[in-house]
């Protein structure tokens, strides 16, 4: 195993040691995790404050700096173990879930053993294993549910180290900023996080999932190449004669709720589940907390740049909720009934894309829409690790799908639409009339069937469903909105027009009025 490059690229980050041509654990943490998955009449780990003893002294054991943890994390655990929660769902968790979650990191060696000899028999002449996804390196990462299981055990108990993964540009992966956040904050939507994970935990002890998760980071080089789909420039867009496709505009319900199965957008930070663990409850957040298996990806996935997206396939959703921000809950327990694929994946199809954050008048520049369409292009586009096949610049959608089968896997997926909503908008500052159009531009022309939109009820979009009847009679194309766009835009940058798009693709272009 230690010949492999996968996995050499991943040992600096794993908290397991390699001796012997073998991975283990060092034998005074393997003896207080066997103490722990006894039972607390062994451990006599009965409470929050106890618990982060022991996680204080297994780090100590991986000769891990105790400082490096957030501060006050060890009283984030003690609050939560001890009085944000019940006594019974306190000694139910100590009782049952903290032996079997000791239980699974014990096997974690033997997990990532047996994950790295079959990683190269999971698809045919396509790299899968577990490993370092750099910047600019288009690759998939296939985990089971129970190894992913395993590494989250150690997330909670926080056992990854820390050093090197800044310079890496990796989001910390321990949980240890969750419950900092939780004794600081002491609001209820940082306790409901901790809520969804506990629960996560408390069902996958219970009965484990034996599906397999995905994680893809997808590129469009920036360089032409006429065997790759490169990074389009404006002039690819103002030339595209690519149908608009389908629109389904819905005011009220959330995007995961989307019947049928669609590729989700999820409103991302450029660092991968960067805003995770933070004190705010955004969609990346929520999205996270639903569906606990993505964090995984923070381990071996770095920041993204401008031509990068993420896609993962068959993360298992675990939890309801209710509300959003300061309002978010947790609502329970959710059961995932998506069928399995034939790689025994969850027909749940995510892709993480980040806007550009806070991006003022910026946005309405040429170089601010071509970042932004192209951003959701990455994302959407049915792409594979390496492209097959010339694309032109006038090349339609199905052109795209075409000349990309070569590697693929989900020959189905350009059946597939797009459930997505305000990316970009709300805390990012984007303006929701532009950013509509340019993911509905990018979904025609990846080849896209439909884009369904939701818009949480914003009051600026109360008018979208009449804007893009209006703009279907007219039988506009990708490369007529795109120019009327930038049409706008334009007037928007230099202030010669104060009019949203809506309103001046009304007034200036002889449409219907809106009733």
Same mark, same amino acid.
């Given at each position: 195993?230690?010949?492999?490059? /996968? ?8 908290? &397991? ?5 073998? @991975? ?29 003893? !022991? ?8 000769? @891990?700096?105790?400082? =490096?943890? #957030? ?44 994950? =790295? ?41 926080? %056992? ?9 540009? &990796? ?42 998760? *995905? ?6 080089? &920036? ?20 149908? @608009? ?17 669609? @590729?989700?957008?999820?409103?991302? $930070?450029? =660092? ?42 068959? #993360? ?10 300061? *309002?978010?809950?947790?609502?329970? $327990? ?12 969850? !027909? ?9 954050? !806070? ?34 610049? *006038? #090349? ?13 896997? /989900? ?19 984007? $303006? ?5 159009? %340019? ?18 009820? %914003? ?57």
């Amino acid at each position: 195993m230690e010949k492999r490059e /996968d996995f050499r690229s991943m040992l600096q980050y794993l908290p &397991l040691v390699f001796q012997s041509s073998s @991975l283990v654990w060092p034998p005074s943490l393997e003896q207080e995790l066997q103490t722990m998955s006894t039972g607390p009449s062994e451990s006599m780990v009965i409470s929050g404050e106890a618990l982060a003893l !022991r996680i204080t002294s297994m780090r100590r054991s991986l000769s @891990l700096n105790v400082s =490096y943890l #957030a501060p006050y994390a060890s009283q984030g655990y003690a609050l939560f173990f001890d009085e944000k929660i019940s006594r019974e769902e306190s000694a139910k968790f100590f009782g049952e879930v903290v032996p079997a979650l000791c239980g699974l990191v014990i096997q974690m060696p033997s997990l990532l053993e047996m994950h =790295y000899q079959k990683a190269d028999y999971v698809l045919d002449g396509v790299t899968s294993g577990l490993r370092l996804l750099g910047p600019q390196e288009a690759g998939i990462v296939f985990l089971s549910q129970e190894l992913i299981a395993a590494l989250l055990a150690c997330s909670f108990f926080c %056992l990854f180290p820390e050093v090197g993964r800044r310079l890496k540009h &990796l989001q910390g992966i321990n949980f240890d900023e969750l419950f900092w956040s939780l004794y600081t904050r002491q609001c209820m939507k940082q306790e409901s996080k901790i809520r969804c994970i506990v629960h996560y935990f408390e069902r996958v002890c219970q009965c484990m999932p034996r599906g397999f998760v *995905s994680f893809e980071r997808k590129v469009l080089p &920036l360089e032409y190449n006429p065997n790759y789909v490169s990074y389009p420039e404006a002039e690819y867009w103002a030339k595209s004669t690519t149908p @608009l496709c389908s629109v389904q505009v819905h005011s009220t319900g959330v995007i995961e709720d989307q019947p049928g199965e669609t @590729l989700e957008v999820e409103f991302a $930070d450029e =660092y991968f589940g960067g805003l995770t663990f933070r004190h705010g409850c955004l969609q990346e957040e929520i999205r996270f907390m639903m569906n606990p298996e993505l964090i995984a990806g923070m381990l071996f996935l770095p920041r993204m740049d401008k031509n990068e997206a993420i896609e993962i396939v068959g #993360a298992e959703r675990f939890t309801l909720y209710t509300g959003f921000g300061s *309002s978010f809950q947790f609502a329970g $327990d959710y059961l995932n009934n998506k069928e399995l694929e034939s790689y025994m994946r969850r !027909r749940t199809r995510v892709v993480a894309i980040d806007a550009i954050p !806070r991006p003022g008048r910026r946005q309405y520049k040429p170089d601010g829409l071509l970042r932004e369409v192209n951003k959701a292009f990455t994302g959407y586009l049915h792409q594979c690790k390496h492209q097959a096949g010339t694309l032109p610049s *006038s #090349a339609s959608g199905s052109q795209v799908v075409e000349c990309s089968e070569r590697l693929c896997i /989900d020959h189905e997926e350009k059946k597939i639409g797009v459930a997505t909503g305000n990316w970009g908008c709300g805390v990012f500052g984007g $303006d929701p009339e532009v950013k509509i159009m %340019l993911q509905w531009l990018a979904i025609s022309q990846s080849g896209r069937p439909f884009m369904s939109y939701y818009t949480f009820g %914003l009051q600026a979009l109360q008018n979208v469903n009449q804007v893009v009847e209006r703009i279907g009679l007219q039988e506009m194309n990708v490369g007529e909105l795109w120019s009327k766009l930038v049409e706008y835009s334009t007037e928007r940058f230099s202030r010669r027009t104060k009019l949203g798009f809506f309103s001046w693709l009304i007034t200036s272009h002889s449409l219907p009025p809106i009733e």
